[in-house]
């Protein structure tokens, strides 16, 4: 069983920060790729920040400049640092990882179940 709980949510004035963390356990053997996405009522879950086992991140244009995703392998955890926020930037964050439980066994993706952030002007 592998659960993955975000933190850090809450509700911040425009150009503020927040942290958000994401932190997997249960029975991990491996994990690979960890993400964040974020989604807004209607719309479709966007993909904001990537970070890979070996550390090279990417990013959404719209939050480059603003976001750092970082983790922590020993702790299994990934982090997503949002400076200088806007109200557009309002949504649920969810944090995804692919996860294999063992040796030989394949990945797949687990996800957490969001946390809200909101961006008042």
């Known amino acids: 069983q592998v659960q993955l709980v975000e933190s850090g949510g809450g509700l911040v004035q425009a150009g503020g920060s927040l942290r958000l963390s994401c932190v997997a356990s249960?029975?991990?053997?491996?994990?690979?790729?960890m993400l964040w996405y974020r989604q807004t009522p209607g719309k479709q879950r966007e993909l904001v920040a990537t970070i890979t086992s070996g550390g090279s991140t990417k990013y959404v244009d719209s939050v480059k400049g603003r976001f750092t995703i970082s983790r922590d392998n020993a702790k299994s955890t990934v982090s997503l640092q949002m400076n200088s926020l806007r109200p557009e930037d309002t949504a649920v964050y969810y944090c995804?990882?692919?996860?294999?439980?063992?040796?030989?066994?394949?990945?797949?993706?687990?996800w957490g179940q969001g946390t809200q952030v909101t961006v008042s002007s």
């Open positions: 995804a990882a692919s996860i294999t439980l063992g040796y030989g066994l394949g990945y797949r993706d687990y």
């Open positions: 249960g029975s991990i053997f491996s994990i690979g790729a």
